[in-house]
């Protein structure tokens, strides 16, 4: 099979992605104010897509909650640590940080934590993509006020469409396999700045890539950045009976996970990191973060929206699926930043 047809189907998830999402959404799981702003076909998925994960595609509710607990985490990371010996800087109770979200497709992260006012700290929030996605992107905030206000001042745009320029905000288009030679160079140009504390975000994007083009993003940042949190959404567990049919699955729609061999496990999602450098590396599977990591009172919630009579199928879907997340600080007193971004266990309280 070559290679466009690939990524053609890659490109092809995000409607899957952000549909689900919205079922999620009108279902009551989570709050999400603009995701129907990207979905032209609007329809309800059954409860085990939305509780957590949609086979080897989609994800709602346990994937959001994880993932946001990390990003809230890293948000509040530092306040009133600031030791700049710029006064304005100083003065200010927030680090200046920046979010790099890796093929982001249709994610409406930015605008929810906007009108939230969660991104008060936040220096900028990038967003890369092929342009063939970003271009739609374009044209639904354009075309949606509820999305473009959220801007501060105007937003510019570039490359024929394909990109958007704000404040604080900057959507690229580029291939991921060109991350070092090409983007990284178009986010400077935008003010990417390398020394302030960075979150990277992947959620099922670097196991798309082959194995050489995701482990050179990761060693870039590890090497290049003072501050950065990996956060990292994706399949693993291959080679036993399920992976195995999952994969198939996936084939017969043209998606190959060409990275899942090279990180098959909870063990390996760490070592990608540590065996590169990086400060600290955790990972879990869904089914952990589903028993261990969500507030009792929001579980008791969520268990009250619909009937999930396919719970053993759920648990063996959510086992292959984890979310990995990673730190490097080369200065020794940022360390403490990130200390605090893990998971809160309920079951020890």
Partial sequence: MDSLTLDNAIRGTNEDAVTSKLSAVTTGYIQDSYVKYFVKKPSRRPPIINRGLKKALASSYVRYAGLDTLIKKFLEAGIGMDHSKDEQTKNNPKIKKQIVSLGAGSDTRYFNSKSKKLLD??????????????????????????????????????????????????????????????????????????????????????????????????????????????????????????????????????????????YPDLKSQKQRFLTRGWTFAEAVDINQIHDHHIDPKEMIRISELELLDELEEWRLLSAHYCIAWAYSAKDESKKALFEQVRFINYKIK
């Avoid at 990038?126 to 970003?134: A, G, L, R």
């Avoid at 949606?144 to 900057?170: I, P, R, V, W």
């Avoid at 396999?177 to 020394?195: A, H, L, N």
């Fill in 121 to 262: 700290g936040l220096y900028k929030y990038f967003e890369i993509d092929y342009p063939e996605v970003t271009a739609k992107k374009v044209a639904v905030i354009r075309k949606n006020k509820q999305l473009s206000e959220l801007f501060e001042g105007n937003a510019k745009l570039g490359l024929g469409g394909t990109e958007l320029y704000a404040s604080d905000y900057c959507l690229l288009s580029g291939d991921l396999k060109d991350f070092v030679e090409t983007i990284i160079p178009r986010m400077e140009e935008q003010g990417f700045d390398k020394s302030l504390p960075t979150l990277f975000l992947s959620e099922c994007v670097l196991i798309y890539m082959e194995q050489q083009y995701s482990d050179k993003i990761i060693q870039w940042v590890g090497d290049n950045m003072q501050t950065a949190l990996f956060v990292v959404y994706e399949q693993i567990l291959p080679n036993d009976i399920f992976g195995i049919t999952m994969l198939q699955n996936l084939r017969l729609r043209n998606i190959e996970l060409r990275g899942i061999h090279a």
